[in-house]
């Protein structure tokens, strides 16, 4: 007869042996796979009570790490919420101080016009009082008096004067105040300073 191109299926004992196979060819044990997954583990009343005590201790241990997992994983998230208040609080900080550097031009122009009375009488004099006001809210303050010991960190010695009877570098003249905000340096004050006298 013609094989007209089409296979008959197998009957009879071939049929048997469908499902994996080994690498030689043969079927692989099924059964023991099946008994594997079919398994429920041991019998909990067949348990010796040093069985039984060791799983509880493994219960005890894997509790204990998953306890101290999670209290590892609050404190991180503790110090993170930390972290990012500490770092807003900075950013915060530092625009405001980078703002209130581009105003200090302003604020001299505004105390010189007040020093020369030129403000008094003015609208201009109630919008200077508002400023500082608003400054001084920030903690905006003035670096630099007549008088107080040159520190450098806060003065810019831009004259030295030597003068008789001095024993220590002192602010003689404020030339341009200095500003701080907070413990932030924006703007050293220049100043003329008192030197001791060498002869």
């Given at each position: 007869m013609a094989d007209n191109g089409k296979k008959k299926p197998d009957s009879g004992e071939g049929?048997?042996?469908?499902?994996?196979?080994?690498e030689d060819g043969d079927t692989a044990d099924v059964a023991g796979v099946e008994d594997l997954i079919a398994a429920e583990?041991?019998?909990?009343?067949?348990?010796?009570?040093?069985?039984i005590s060791f799983l509880e201790e493994g219960e005890r241990e894997l509790l204990d790490d998953m306890r101290n997992d999670l209290a590892r994983a609050q404190a991180e998230l503790v110090n993170f919420r930390?972290?990012?208040?500490?770092?807003?609080?900075a950013n915060r900080d530092a625009v405001i101080a980078e703002v209130i550097r581009t105003l200090l031009p302003a604020?001299?122009?505004?105390?010189?016009?007040?020093?020369?009375?030129?403000?008094?009488?003015s609208p201009l004099e109630l919008v200077a009082q508002k400023l500082r006001a608003g400054f001084e809210r920030y903690g905006l303050r003035i670096v630099g008096e007549?008088?107080?010991?040159?520190?450098?960190n806060l003065h810019e010695a831009l004259v030295?004067?030597?003068?008789p009877g001095v024993t220590v570098n002192t602010v003689a003249d404020v030339i341009e105040p200095g500003y701080a905000l907070g413990d932030r340096l924006l703007r050293a004050a220049k100043v003329a300073v008192s030197v001791p006298d060498g002869s």
């Amino acid at each position: 007869m013609a094989d007209n191109g089409k296979k008959k299926p197998d009957s009879g004992e071939g049929a048997e042996n469908i499902g994996p196979t080994s690498e030689d060819g043969d079927t692989a044990d099924v059964a023991g796979v099946e008994d594997l997954i079919a398994a429920e583990g041991p019998d909990v009343e067949t348990l010796t009570e040093e069985e039984i005590s060791f799983l509880e201790e493994g219960e005890r241990e894997l509790l204990d790490d998953m306890r101290n997992d999670l209290a590892r994983a609050q404190a991180e998230l503790v110090n993170f919420r930390k972290r990012v208040e500490r770092d807003r609080a900075a950013n915060r900080d530092a625009v405001i101080a980078e703002v209130i550097r581009t105003l200090l031009p302003a604020i001299d122009d505004l105390a010189r016009a007040q020093l020369h009375g030129d403000l008094a009488g003015s609208p201009l004099e109630l919008v200077a009082q508002k400023l500082r006001a608003g400054f001084e809210r920030y903690g905006l303050r003035i670096v630099g008096e007549k008088g107080e010991t040159f520190d450098p960190n806060l003065h810019e010695a831009l004259v030295q004067l030597p003068t008789p009877g001095v024993t220590v570098n002192t602010v003689a003249d404020v030339i341009e105040p200095g500003y701080a905000l907070g413990d932030r340096l924006l703007r050293a004050a220049k100043v003329a300073v008192s030197v001791p006298d060498g002869s």
